[in-house]
């Protein structure tokens, strides 16, 4: 999470509740096809796991990772 602005503290607003997107499975920082390619590979066998590719967080990597990440993707 981005820390408070200077105005703001924690006592007056309260924690922030950070949910990361996890889907820059390549790690380059950005998401997109590439990101795709990948979690389509590691169903396939052909990657190592990574977690990043677990988009909707229910331990299983498989199409609906994918159909997430090309919602967030495509907007």
Known sequence: CPPYPECLNIEIVG????????????????????????????????????LDADINLDQYIDVLDIVLLINQIVG
């Open 15 to 50: 924690a922030q509740d950070c949910i990361e997107f996890n889907g820059d499975v390549n790690s380059d920082g950005s998401i997109n096809i590439l990101d795709i390619i990948a979690i389509v590979n590691i169903i396939l066998g052909m990657e190592d796991i990574v």
